[in-house]
């Protein structure tokens, strides 16, 4: 058992409904941004620009997100979080694990495929990597917050 | 190895109910997450043997009353069982 002690500032007590929303605005926003400018490469100056702005909502829904309790549990030491978020958080993190190395290795296929395919460019891959990177940092936040059940904090 | 099923069952919720805790002022006792304790007493989170000795230690009672890998007799069987009406019946 680890002691417990409630999160401190700057994290925020957002309702996990917020967490969830904003999970889904900024890994999603992402995901969108990087699945439309690999579809739209050669998209007018208008599509470019709402493309754009995708990814800008993606990064200032990722502040709030990343500054609620939820992600205070994410990231805490063990001695700030009890044993059972202890566990839940190495089950967030477990997961994330296995979205990373899938996507890593979804990047080797591209990279190698390049010779084949030839909108699978550079940029396309970095981007893909960029996405990965990124949306691996909210990933454990935003399980957290799917997986909570919304048990109230007292009766 | 044991595998861990999840399948310990506890009478937290009674000794809390009959010690008129709120879950807010037990999980303070035993500091833990408030939330914690309803995991703990819906069964759908087993404690580590130091949790559990902390319970027993807060309610004054032996781990084995608290916690079993078999479920519990149900109040009223072992009133039930203990009732001289009962016997008498029988």
Redesign the interface.
């Known amino acids: ?1 680890t ?2 002690a409630p999160p401190r500032k700057p994290y925020r007590p957002l309702t996990r409904t917020t967490v969830r929303a904003l999970s889904v605005l900024s890994i999603g926003g992402l995901w969108s941004w990087f699945l439309l400018k690999f579809l739209l490469p050669s998209a007018s100056g208008v599509v470019e620009l709402m493309v754009g702005l995708l990814a800008l909502v993606a990064a200032v829904a990722a502040i709030p997100l990343m500054l609620s309790t939820y992600a205070f549990r994410a990231n805490a030491p063990d001695g700030q ?5 202890v ?1 839940e958080r190495n089950r967030a993190y477990h997961h994330t694990l296995l979205y990373l190395l899938t996507g890593v290795l979804l990047a080797y296929i591209a990279i190698e495929a390049r010779r084949f395919v030839p909108a699978l460019s550079l940029p396309v891959v970095s981007n893909l990597l960029q996405v990965l990177f990124l949306t691996s940092i909210a990933l454990p936040t935003a399980l957290l917050a799917w997986r909570d059940r919304g ?5 | 190895m044991h595998k861990a099923s999840g399948a310990v069952h506890n009478r937290i919720a009674l000794f809390r109910t009959e010690r008129g805790l ?3 002022a037990l ?1 303070e006792l ?7 304790i ?2 703990l007493e819906r069964g759908d ?1 087993s ?2 043997v ?2 559990a000795l ?1 319970f027993a230690r807060v309610f004054g009672v032996s781990v084995d009353a608290l916690f079993s890998l078999d479920p519990f007799p149900s109040l009223a069987d072992q009133l039930g069982a203990a009732s001289p009406i009962d016997s008498e019946q029988s």
């Open positions: 058992m002691p417990f979080i009890d044993e059972r978020e566990l048990e109230p904090d007292g009766e | 709120t879950r807010k999980a035993v500091d833990v997450n408030p939330q914690t309803g995991f989170y404690p580590s130091e949790l902390t």
